[in-house]
């Protein structure tokens, strides 16, 4: 059994955020210039460099035990079935938020919906999606793979396009419009089925993904603890969110308790005076790393 756990990082977009996402779950990522195999603090873990739209593929045939790749790249290598997804991880290179393919054409343009693509000229790097997409609304089309440069194709190369978006500026400011939604993507976690069953690797992937998602649950949060007399406790907790649990601990005085918890970092402007006036005091922020459910 090895004791090596070959990971696959996403190279372009997402290589920045995940390095990111890595450092801030207590992983060291360290990129060399010309080189595809990423230096991490762990002996136990083994990482290439991989374009996002081959994950699945390397994932799938065990080049490869694991791996973070759009769930995009997983439809459209058809891999759903082939790969074992151990977690979803919702970021992305602009924001915290899902990825959308969409149909888009030229505001001019007389499409408005599937049925008007009939015959039509499709370009997308998502080709497969597309196809399958079309099929279900009983369209052919040609579609044509893109290798890049997709917003400027309509109207003279391409009718249509479909296109990644995460807030649809790029296609506003090429003069587009969507038409529809193709599909929702989000980063995940997928391991080769066979090293997902090896007990070491599966602990492994299990330890890291425990670790990736923590570190997300951390981000916009931060804690909160403050001393606060016993006559004044329930005025204080009236105060704090009310789906919050924070602990609550004695102190040597036995008037007095310590309190702490858990809240969104852009409620604190507000939070904190409130929690002053109710009687709390000695009240300190402190950031979070990770949170571990």
């Known amino acids: 059994m090895s004791n090596t756990l070959k990971l696959g990082l996403p190279a372009g977009s997402l290589q920045d955020a995940t390095a990111e996402l890595f450092r801030k779950a207590g992983y060291k990522v360290t990129f060399a210039s010309r080189s595809y195999y990423p230096a991490i603090d762990d002996p136990e873990i083994h990482c290439t460099l991989i374009r996002a739209q081959e994950m699945a593929r390397y994932v799938r045939d065990g080049s490869l035990d694991c791996g973070l790749t759009g769930l995009d790249w997983v439809v459209e290598n058809d891999a759903q079935d082939a790969v074992t997804e151990l977690a979803e991880l919702v970021f992305s290179k602009v924001s915290r938020r899902p990825v959308r393919w969409v149909l888009a054409v030229p505001n001019d343009s007389p499409i408005h919906g599937p049925k008007d693509l009939q015959g039509k000229r499709i370009a ?64 995940r976690f997928i391991a080769n089925p066979a090293a ?98």
């Open 124 to 187: 997308t790097e998502v080709v497969n999606i597309t196809r399958k997409w079309l099929t279900s609304h009983g369209v052919t089309a040609n579609v044509e793979f893109s290798w890049g440069a997709t917003e400027v194709k309509p109207p003279k190369l391409a009718d249509a396009i479909v296109e990644v978006t995460e807030t649809g500026s790029s296609l506003r400011a090429n003069n587009l419009r969507i038409v529809a939604d193709i599909l929702t993507s989000t980063t």
């Open 196 to 293: 997902a069953a090896d007990p070491w690797k599966r602990r492994k992937m299990d330890d890291l993904v425990m670790m990736l998602k923590g570190a997300m649950a951390a981000e916009g949060k931060v804690g909160l603890m403050m001393n606060v007399r016993k006559a004044d406790l329930g005025a204080v907790l009236a105060v704090l969110p009310a789906l919050q649990k924070p602990t609550i601990s004695g102190l040597s005085d036995p008037d007095w308790t310590d309190v702490m918890t858990i809240i969104a970092e852009d409620t604190v402007r507000t939070l904190v005076p409130k929690l002053k006036a109710a009687g709390a005091c000695g009240i300190v922020e402190y950031p979070l790393n990770k949170i571990i459910d």
